[in-house]
C-alpha cells in the first residue's frame, strides 16, 4: 500500500511555469511506476506523463517540449516540471502509482495504475 499526496498547484498565467510534486509513503517506492493525470471540469481524465521505475519516460502529446516528469528514489517523489503553460492545461493533476516488475515500463492507461492521489489544482490565466 502507498498512500499519494500532490502539491505545488496553483494559478499562473500563461506562458508561465510551475513544478508538481507527488510525495509517497513508504520505503518501497523504486519498485513504483509513476504517471502524472488531469482533469478538466466536464473531461475525462487523460494521461499527461510518466516514468518508469528505471526513469523511462512518456508523454502525452499536447505536452511534449513542456512538461518533464523526474523522480528522486531517496526522496519518494516524482515531480513535473511544467513551462509555457497554455490556458488549456488547467485542471486537477493527480499523480499515480503502479506495482512495475519491469523496470523500464511505463503507461499512459489510467487501469494500469494501481494507487492514486487526491490532486492539486492548476489555473492557467490567459
Known amino acids: 500500500q502507498v498512500q499519494l499526496v500532490e502539491s505545488g498547484g496553483g494559478l499562473v498565467q500563461a506562458g508561465g511555469s510551475l513544478r508538481l510534486s507527488c510525495e509517497a509513503s513508504g520505503r518501497t517506492f523504486s519498485r513504483y511506476a509513476m504517471g502524472w493525470f488531469r482533469q478538466a471540469p466536464g473531461k475525462e481524465r487523460e494521461f499527461v506523463a510518466a516514468?518508469?521505475?528505471?526513469?523511462?519516460?512518456g508523454y502525452a502529446d499536447s505536452v511534449k517540449g513542456r512538461f518533464t516528469v523526474s523522480r528522486t528514489n531517496a526522496e519518494n517523489t516524482v515531480y513535473l516540471q511544467m513551462n509555457s503553460l497554455k490556458p488549456e492545461d488547467t485542471a486537477v493533476y493527480y499523480c499515480a502509482a503502479s506495482t512495475s516488475y519491469s523496470t523500464a515500463q511505463w503507461s499512459n492507461t489510467r487501469q494500469w495504475y494501481d494507487y492514486w492521489g487526491q490532486g492539486t489544482q492548476v489555473t492557467v490565466s490567459s
Open positions: 516514468i518508469s521505475r528505471s526513469g523511462n519516460t
